[in-house]
């Protein structure tokens, strides 16, 4: 953000982003709204683990547990901090829609996605640190075993609802608020899409891309192999936790079961399909494989949940065989490129 | 003092030992050859010298500081370039970000900088395009800086493979059979360019190469390397004329002929 004009498209964008969280929950079918939510939230989520599993090619299959320590760890902020912090949110957690909600819930939001996203950052360098040290496949054993632990440590504290989900804490009385809407999830959305677009064309994006092609070339111009590793995986936890902050604020009831690793499978789906590497990739793929099994499970009931999972495994199979690089390989979709799709017919 | 020196440097791998007992010397800004049959241990010096592996014996100095047991890429921060005999490009980068991912490791203005394109971003990426150019001018890859690095012919690839090194800023470079692969005008060009390196960049070169018309050509001093043990070194034409040389290494390759 270096031109004058940068900062006033910037605060258009806000703008737009605020009108919209605005209008849209009173304009818009509430299935919908629902979908373009949870949507939101699945691209924070796919973009930042594409950082990890595309950038960097290794192979993180417990993204939802990350999610899951930024769910906690920010609804129990909002919650536990609510007395001393956030007494000016009702106890109900009820802050409506209108231009005052959007005043009321923005402290409490950012600091439950900051806390959530630093949290998860935490246990990614921990976790992160002794398994990427290692070349091979270590780090998708010990993402696999961390969810697991996460699920253990969340089921036996009964301050955070243990296995019955937390809502809240019936003792002082206050709820989860519901201080997620449309301008918060859209607005990290879109940080992480700029941050990663940025990232991968920029020269420190580069190294990010040379540990995925080589990792002893890598290190023979003197890219330190670890660090870029786990710096991607920090990072990608970090936005993992601030999409946990949001989905738990957003849903106010979380369930320890909603991170696992079905649910970690179905990033690795997203991206995987989106193409390892591709921004755009990852944000297609992300809308299409939220919004289409909300919709068919709206249409067709519970009959759907049968199939989800052997769908996507399906899907991913014959993706292998038919465009083992994913829908958009490791390129980007943009106008530029099409427009000259276009063109090339006309000018031969 | 020289710019790299080994000392009783001993390289096992369980019960074969690839590297033993190599004593070897480079002066600063010299352009120096080692030469030796397949399997002699070539490429297991260069994987010492660059930390690939550790010396399971003996001392490695460069520049004055001992670098045995130091991480690659700490090692090649310190000015050690190198090429890989089995061409180890960023494949699926293009040739000209094959240049600047090594140019990054001293321009990177940090993540933050480029989340925010700030100013110093801008000119870092600048100054970066600019100077893989360069490099891509010299090594006459400029055609081609746009395409994929992995779509390239052979020579090229290897071409590219020394502008990458280049671009650490080596005080010496390391190069394992740059000309492999390559038809004879390239490998003369190639060493035309080798020398130009040397003279006008002033970077010391020691260089792995089969080719004996090329070795004997562009080398001043060579090292024979038999069985993972140096068994001679001298000038092209002390090597040419020595017995053990002649026995040991022509032997090997006219068995190989035949
Ligand atoms: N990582 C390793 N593990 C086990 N043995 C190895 C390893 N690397 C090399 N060797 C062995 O060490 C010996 C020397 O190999 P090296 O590659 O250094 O030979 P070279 O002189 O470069 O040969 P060439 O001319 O064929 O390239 C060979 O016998 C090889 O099989
Ligand atoms: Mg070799």
Excluded at chain 1, 18 to 42: E, K, N, Q
Excluded at chain 1, 56 to 75: D, E, M, R
Excluded at chain 1, 298 to 322: D, K, P, T
Aim: hydrophobic share 45%; charged share 15%.
């Amino acid at each position: 953000m270096t031109k004058p004009i940068n900062y006033v498209i910037a605060l258009a964008i806000l703008g737009v982003l605020a009108t919209l969280s605005v209008i849209l929950p009173i304009y818009m079918d509430d299935l919908v709204y629902r979908v373009l939510m949870l949507s939101g939230i699945a691209v924070i989520m796919a973009v930042s683990l594409n950082l990890i599993n595309g950038f960097t090619g290794q192979f993180s299959i417990g993204h939802a547990g990350f999610q899951a320590v930024g769910a906690y760890v920010g609804a129990a902020l909002t919650v536990y901090g609510h007395n001393d912090i956030f007494g000016h949110l009702p106890k109900d957690g009820q802050i409506g829609t209108g231009w005052m909600s959007l005043a009321v819930g923005a402290g409490p939001m950012l600091a439950s996605m900051l806390a959530g996203g630093l949290a998860a950052a935490l246990i990614g360098y921990i976790v992160g640190l002794p398994s990427l040290r290692l070349r091979g496949d270590y780090l998708a054993i010990v993402t696999l075993g961390f969810g697991e632990i996460i699920r253990v440590i969340v089921e036996n504290n009964d301050s955070v609802g243990g296995p019955r989900g937390f809502s809240g804490n019936l003792d002082i009385g206050v709820s989860v608020p519901a201080i997620t809407n449309f301008f918060w999830v859209f607005g990290v959305a879109i940080v992480v899409i700029l941050f990663a677009r940025n990232l991968r064309f920029s020269i420190s994006g580069l190294q990010y891309l040379a540990v995925r092609e080589d990792e002893v070339a890598a290190q023979a111009v003197g890219i330190d192999t670890t660090r870029t590793k786990v710096n991607a995986f920090v990072i990608g936890s970090f936005f993992a936790g601030v999409g946990g902050s949001l989905f738990a604020h957003y849903e106010q009831t979380i369930l320890i079961s909603s991170f696992n690793f079905v649910r970690s499978f179905d990033f690795v789906t997203i991206v995987v399909l989106g193409g390892l590497g591709s921004v755009t990739g990852s944000i297609i793929s992300a809308l299409v494989l939220t919004a289409l099994p909300e919709i068919l499970r709206s249409s067709l009931g519970a009959q759907f949940n049968q199939y989800r999972l052997v769908s996507y495994a399906l899907l991913l199979i014959v993706m292998m065989l038919v465009r083992p690089q994913g829908i958009f390989g490791r390129g980007e979709l943009s106008f530029a490129k099409l427009r000259n799709k276009f063109k090339k017919p006309a000018t031969q | 003092m020289a710019l790299l020196e080994l000392t009783k440097v001993v390289k096992r791998f369980g019960g074969l030992t690839a590297v033993n007992d190599v004593n070897l010397a480079i002066e600063e800004g010299s352009l120096c050859g080692l030469i030796g049959p397949n399997g002699a241990g070539k490429t297991t010096v260069f994987n010492l010298l660059t930390g690939v592996y550790a010396p399971t014996e003996g001392d490695i100095r460069f520049n004055g500081t001992s670098i045995a047991g130091w991480k690659p890429y700490r090692i090649s921060r310190a000015g050690i370039g190198r090429t890989f005999q089995n061409i180890r490009l960023f494949g699926e980068l293009s040739v000209i970000d094959n240049v600047r991912t090594a140019l990054s490791v001293n321009d990177d203005p940090g993540i933050l900088h480029a989340f925010l394109r700030t100013p110093k971003w801008e000119q870092r990426e600048q100054s970066t395009v600019k100077e893989a150019e360069r490099l891509l001018e010299l090594l006459d890859l400029s055609d081609v800086a746009k395409e994929q690095s992995n779509s390239l012919p052979y020579g090229r690839q290897r071409r590219l493979e020394i502008a990458r090194a280049l671009a650490t800023r080596p005080k010496l470079l390391l190069l394992d059979e740059p000309a492999a692969g390559m038809n004879p005008q390239e490998s003369a060009d190639l060493m035309h360019l080798i020398r130009r390196l040397r003279d006008e960049f002033g970077v010391t070169i020691l260089l792995i190469e089969h080719d004996m018309n090329v070795v004997m050509q562009v080398c001043e001093q060579i090292t024979v390397l038999v069985y993972g043990q140096p068994i001679a070194s001298g000038t092209p034409a002390d090597i040419q004329a020595n017995p053990k040389v002649i026995e040991a290494y022509l032997g090997t390759t006219s068995e190989d002929a035949s």
